[in-house]
């Protein structure tokens, strides 16, 4: 997958240009940096992540690809409280796969999420997953598009979506899903 097809798999989730947006496991940034063409320079973006290095990286990567972006880095536990504005999105891409218990998560996460009236007004969940139930050592805890419905809508998320899907020879297929 490149970038172009990283910026497809997100591009229906995304209403309009700029906002507050954050990733949750953006690990070196693949779909921080499509969310970033895809809200454009006068948006802001925090990616979070445990990995150190891997922020870097993405800090790095940013600055030379899209340089007027505000870019926050925070390097924390993303199933741990985070100090977060309002958010009018977050991406969880191939990072939801590595929590057993999914639930507090997803509550902390609606809880990050702006109120509004409306579709449009609300903050959404775009997901980036393996289309699979099947867990392995790489990918403990995946789970299937039609799961995700189900796990959504028990915690909150009235609404979802598929975006798109990409094929994918580890575990058959990718899909993106927004949940609001
Ligand atoms: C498979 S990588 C995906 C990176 C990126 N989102 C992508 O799709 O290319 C998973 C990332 O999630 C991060 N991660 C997993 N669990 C985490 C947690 N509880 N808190 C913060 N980061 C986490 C890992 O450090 C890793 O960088």
Redesign the pocket.
Known sequence: MNHND?VRLLQNGVPRPGGVWA??????????LALAELIGPVGTIYA????GR?RQSLEKTMRRLFPQITLHTIQ?????PLSLPPLDGV?????LH??ANKGPVLQQVKGYLRKGDGRLENGRLLI?EYNSDQGNHWVPYPFSYQSWVKLAQQNGFSHTEQLATYPSRFLHEIYAAASW
């Open positions: 990283h990733d949750l496991g953006a690990g070196e940034g693949a779909f921080t979070v992540d445990r990995d891997a924390a536990d993303f199933t741990r991406v969880m891409a191939n990072s590595f929590v980036v």
